[in-house]
């Protein structure tokens, strides 16, 4: 298959005869002539052949024909006096017709049969997007600097967060799943100064909702020597914008094909303090609720053309021990929220960076300090001020395509119920 053509590269080899290999996409049977429509990674191509049998859809198949010039054919142009070898023959016809242009299928259905089912050219669009998206992920980091790292997903003790966590049996003793890379990669800005991680994350929080996964992809960043976190939503600006032209660049076939309008990254996010956004929206709560959410981002939209809006400041109450106080305002924090469309997308801040700090910290959270060693251990020997940020890949994808459930943008979703395919 070395020498294969791709569907899509068939325009480049008119008048030459080639093989494509894929997937029977569609068959159809005419008086005198049949059509053999094969998918591939790249697209659709079309097989004309004489009437008689052909291999049943979703069959694997390599076609050597000749190629030529067909206006009703995807791409204009198709393949002729084909030689049409099967690979291997499906055992069962998939749940649904792949051929049609809508899904013919309920989400339950689609996830059960996810592995046949993403085939669906709609369906598989979504991923596309996200694969693109982690792309400019890390192509903007690296650019910026950033070296990327890979942490232990099995941690001994269940500290990182207050979310719930999966507990499981470590060759006799208790280990947990890891909630967030986050103690590590604070420890790594002593080693590189700068650091990324694209991973998978678990929390076993019972929410049964369209926008929550037990474990899903987050997308961190941490960096060192930074004044406030005001330089920490500077790089998450330009990862976002990063993000999106990877998507316009590498997916635009997944753009047109769900009738996605990508979002422009504003030069600078406009920004509201989390004091200033309880004014706006008449609340006293120490946290946004969905619907102040989607009000702040329907203000953001309306008065600075953007789908994007920090809120700053958030209450030490609600943020994790390691946040940086405000040095201004007493009780508030230097972290942030992203919202994009009406939704929190990222959470972020600047840390804590001296030993004693976390030390006082965790002594008015009334806790000691024998549970955290391991990750003290890094603050004992000089770390600089820094900060970092969060961004949940599966729920970035939702709101870029407008899917009503994250389970949509994910291959095969783990969540409160679901543990299989």
């Known amino acids: 298959m070395i020498s294969r053509v791709m569907s ?12 494509i290999a894929g997937w029977v996409h569609r068959r159809r049977r005419l008086k ?10 790249t697209g659709l191509a079309q097989t004309v052949t004489a009437a008689g049998d052909l291999p049943p859809e979703e069959s694997v198949v390599a076609v050597t ?22 690979l291997a023959e499906p055992c069962a016809p998939p749940p649904f017709d792949l051929y049609r242009p809508v899904v013919g299928a309920g989400l339950p ?15 598989r669009a979504p991923l596309e997007i996200s694969a693109a998206s982690v792309a400019g992920f890390r192509e903007t980091l690296d650019r910026l600097g950033f070296t990327e790292i890979h942490t232990p997903k099995i941690v001994g003790s269940a500290t990182e967060s207050g979310a719930n966590v999966f507990g499981i049996d470590y060759f006799g003793r208790p280990a947990y799943l890891a909630q967030s890379p986050q103690f590590y990669k604070q420890a790594m800005v002593g080693v590189f100064e700068r650091v990324y991680e694209v991973g998978p994350v678990f929390r076993a929080e019972p929410h049964d909702t369209v926008r929550h996964l037990a474990q899903y992809t987050s997308l961190d960043a941490e960096l060192g020597f930074v ?4 330089d920490v939503m500077a790089v998450l600006r330009e990862a976002v914008a990063g993000m999106l032209e990877s998507v316009r660049h590498r997916a635009p076939e997944a753009l047109t094909l769900l009738g996605v309008t990508l979002p422009d990254a504003p030069a600078e996010i406009p920004a509201v303090h989390f004091t200033e956004a309880q004014r706006m929206t008449s609340s006293d709560e120490p946290d946004l609720s969905p619907e102040q959410e989607r009000w702040l981002s329907e203000w953001a ?10 809120v700053t400041g958030y209450p030490m109450s609600k943020r994790p021990f390691y946040t940086h106080p405000d040095p201004d ?24 960076h001296r030993h004693d700090d976390y030390v006082r910290a965790l002594a008015d959270r009334g806790e000691g300090t024998e549970a955290y060693e391991g990750y003290l251990q890094a603050f004992r020997y000089g770390m600089p001020p820094h900060g970092g940020f969060a961004l949940g890949l599966e729920r970035w994808t939702a709101r870029l395509t407008g899917a009503t459930n994250i389970r949509q943008t994910t291959a095969f979703p783990r969540d409160l119920h679901r543990l299989t395919p």
């Open 32 to 41: 005198s002539v049949s059509f053999l429509v094969v998918r591939d990674r």
């Open 65 to 86: 024909g000749t190629v030529t010039a067909g206006p009703q054919a995807p791409g204009g142009f198709e393949l002729v006096s084909p030689e049409i070898e099967v």
């Open 329 to 352: 305002l007493p009780g508030y924090s230097n972290g942030f929220d992203l919202l994009f469309r009406g939704l929190e997308l990222v959470t972020g801040g600047q840390r804590l």
């Open 227 to 230: 004044r406030d976190h005001r």
């Open 109 to 123: 259905t689609i996830l059960d049969h996810a592995p046949v089912a993403l085939r669906h050219p709609l369906l």
């Open 301 to 310: 939209l309306r008065e600075h053309g953007s789908e994007f809006l920090f």
């Open 8 to 19: 899509a590269e068939l325009a480049e080899h008119a008048g030459q005869r080639v093989t």
